[in-house]
């Protein structure tokens, strides 16, 4: 009885191992681009620091161009 619960067990490590190799592999297809990453750490920085709107820019009204 012995002999069979370690093959079992074995087995039961395999398959294990196999699903972790496909959720990493998986994993490394999904990354997202350079991008997106950059992009979403930045959001979380400005997130962290309390700075939700973008940084202020002024209303050239008197400027000879238009506007």
């Known amino acids: 009885m012995n002999a069979v619960a370690v093959m079992y067990v074995n087995s039961?490590?395999?398959?294990?191992?196999?699903?972790?190799?496909?959720n990493?592999?998986?994993?490394l297809a999904e990354r997202r681009s350079l991008r997106e990453r950059?992009?979403?750490g930045t959001a979380s920085?400005?997130?962290?620091?309390?700075?939700?709107?973008?940084p202020a820019v002024p209303q050239l009204t008197n400027h000879p161009y238009g506007g």
């Open 12 to 22: 039961h490590l395999a398959d294990l191992r196999a699903e972790a190799q496909h």
């Open 24 to 27: 990493r592999m998986a994993s």
């Open 38 to 40: 950059l992009s979403s």
């Open 45 to 54: 920085l400005k997130k962290i620091l309390g700075s939700e709107s973008d």
